[in-house]
C-alpha cells in the first residue's frame, strides 16, 4: 500500500490549504485514516483522524479550523485547513490503517509528507 500526499506549500496566516493522501497498490479494506505533522525540533503529533464510517477526531490545537474528510470510493483522505497560524507550520503526514490482502493482519502504512509553512 502506497500513500501520495499532496497540497503543501507556503501560506499568509489567515489563509487557507487543502491536503489530500490517496492510497493505492493491493488494498482490501481501509479502516482509519489521519494526518499527523510535525515542526522542527518537535515529536509528531495526530491532527486529525476519521474512520471508515466518517467519525472524525481533533487535536484541541485545530478543533474549529481544520475539517477531515475522505472518499471511500478512492481510497483518499483531505484536510481542508483554514485560519492557518504561524504554529501550523510543520511536515503533514497521512497513514491509513489498512489490510493489503482478505489474510492480511492490520497495519499503518505512512505516507511521505508534505510540507506547510505558514509565513507572512
Known amino acids: 500500500v502506497q500513500l501520495q500526499a499532496s497540497g503543501g506549500g507556503l501560506v499568509q496566516p489567515g489563509g487557507s490549504l487543502r491536503l489530500s493522501c490517496s492510497a493505492s497498490g493491493n488494498i482490501f479494506i481501509i479502516n482509519a485514516m489521519g494526518w499527523y505533522r510535525q515542526a522542527p525540533g518537535k515529536q509528531r503529533e495526530l491532527v486529525a483522524v476519521i474512520d471508515n464510517g466518517g467519525s472524525a477526531n481533533y487535536a484541541d490545537s485545530v478543533k474549529g479550523r481544520f475539517t477531515i474528510s475522505r472518499d471511500n470510493a478512492k481510497n483518499t483522505v483531505y484536510l481542508q485547513m483554514n485560519s492557518l497560524k504561524p504554529e501550523d507550520t510543520a511536515v503533514y503526514y497521512c497513514?491509513?490503517?489498512?489490510?493489503?490482502?482478505?489474510?492480511?493482519?492490520?497495519?499503518?502504512?505512512w505516507g511521505q509528507g508534505t510540507q506547510v509553512t505558514v509565513s507572512s
Open positions: 497513514n491509513a490503517n489498512a489490510r493489503q490482502y482478505v489474510t492480511s493482519g492490520w497495519r499503518i502504512y
